[in-house]
Every structure is written in structure tokens, then in C-alpha cells.
């Protein structure tokens, strides 16, 4: 078992629960959308690798070399920037496909926040799966429970902010969570809308993206509704 210093990154789907509390053909549909919607999440970022998908959540990873701990934060806004978009896209195809079940309509919805560290983290691969284990993985995990007062946010610890805070938008919180384990510890937080504020308006679904994910959830949807299948990898997207 290896052990590095690694970027640490999830991606967590808010809203989750109650989007799952459904009946039967909703929840089918629900299942597919959450998972071609984490799979938009792990496409907008390909300079990290995908560890898990964790429920609702993706935890992404990559080592650190001894040249980037500056460009640090930068890269954490930047992917968070990079897959918020990607995900509020495809998002609003999955809410205005032609199917009218809850699993579908209520994706509108959804949210998306982030928590992010840098830690050592000890690596080991199984069945050609990146596992990692250690402390600051524990640490990431846990500060996902926190009193952050926004939906969408990107929260990091003051070991990842302390690597170059002027690529951060003007206006970062605070927050100091008691955290199981660790005690006291204190993080620091901004507005995921606020990284990138000159991004160009979010695009107009079209009438043959809206079809093609109605068709996508009706046929992907169906293994689900028999009981035959579970969530594992996140599907690709397609346009």
C-alpha cells in the first residue's frame, strides 16, 4: 500500500432523499438519472480520478506533486466550476424530458455542492479500482455534515485554503464544525456560482436533447423497475 499526498474532491448531489421517495416507475427513472448525472459530473473533470460513487455523491483524486500545492485551490475551483455546469445542463434535460413521472420532473430539483481537502492518503489498487484509505479521507468524508448557509457551495479545509486563497471570489465564510473525532476544525467556504461569473448563461435545452434523454430513461430505466439491476459506474453521457 502507497502512500501520497492527494487532492481529495466530492461532488454531492443534494436533494437526494426526497428525490428517491417515490413509487415504483418513478424511482426507476430516478435511479438512471442520478447516475447519468454523476456520470456528467466525473466527464467534466478528466484530470481527476474517479475513487467512488457513493450514493449520490462522487469522490474524486489525484496525487500531488511537489510543484502544485499554489495552483491548488485554483484547480478545485475550477473543476467545481467545470462540473456544476455540467451538471445543472444535463440536469434541466433530465427535468424537461417528455416523461412526466416524478423520477423525471422533480430532477429540477437537485443540487449540487462540494467538499474538498488535501491530505496523505494511502492508495492501493483492487480489480483495477483505485481504493484509498487514511485520516484525511475520514476528515473529507465527515464534513460533508456542516452548518455552510448556502445550497450550493464548495467547502474546504484550511489545509487546501491556506494553498493560495486569491483564486477564490471575494467573499468566503467560515465555518468551525465540531467534528467526530477530530474536534474543532475549521473550513472555509464559497458560492459555487460566484467562481465563475462571467460564464455565459446556461443553455436552452433542445427538442432532440429533451428526446433522446426521454428514450435514454425509458429503455435504461426498465432493468430497474424489474428488480434486475443496481447502480454501479456511472454511464457516459451522450449528447
Known amino acids: 500500500m502507497a502512500s501520497a499526498q492527494g487532492l481529495l474532491l466530492i461532488a454531492d448531489i443534494g436533494g437526494y432523499t426526497t428525490y428517491m421517495s417515490t413509487h ?14 454523476l456520470g456528467t459530473i ?10 467512488e460513487i457513493e450514493g449520490d455523491a462522487a469522490f474524486l483524486y489525484r496525487e500531488v506533486g511537489s510543484s502544485d500545492p499554489g495552483e491548488l485551490l485554483e484547480e478545485v475551483a475550477r473543476s467545481a466550476s467545470a462540473m456544476h455546469r455540467a451538471f445543472h445542463v444535463e440536469r434541466e434535460y433530465v427535468a424537461r424530458n417528455l416523461c412526466p413521472c416524478a423520477g423525471c420532473k422533480e430532477a429540477a430539483a437537485l443540487t449540487l ?40 457551495y464548495v467547502l474546504m479545509t484550511e489545509d487546501l485554503y491556506g494553498t493560495g486563497s486569491a483564486a477564490l471570489p471575494p467573499a468566503v465564510g467560515r465555518v468551525d464544525p465540531d467534528i467526530d473525532g477530530f474536534g474543532r476544525v475549521t473550513a472555509f467556504y464559497v458560492d459555487v456560482h460566484e467562481l465563475d461569473p462571467a460564464a455565459d ?27 434486475r439491476r443496481g447502480r454501479g459506474r456511472p454511464t457516459a453521457t451522450t449528447g
Open 42 to 51: 466525473v466527464d467534466a473533470v478528466p484530470g481527476l480520478e474517479l475513487v
Open 201 to 227: 448563461p446556461l443553455p436552452a435545452p433542445t427538442w432532440r436533447g429533451r428526446l433522446s434523454r426521454t428514450v435514454y430513461a425509458a429503455g435504461a430505466g426498465l432493468p430497474y423497475m424489474l428488480g
Open 24 to 37: 415504483r416507475m418513478s424511482l426507476a427513472h430516478a435511479e438512471v438519472n442520478t447516475g447519468r448525472l
Open 113 to 152: 455542492k462540494f467538499v474538498a481537502h488535501v491530505g496523505e492518503v494511502a492508495t492501493q489498487t483492487i480489480r483495477d479500482r483505485l481504493k484509498l484509505v487514511g485520516i484525511d479521507v475520514i476528515l473529507l468524508h465527515r464534513l460533508l455534515k456542516n452548518d455552510v448557509p448556502l445550497r450550493e
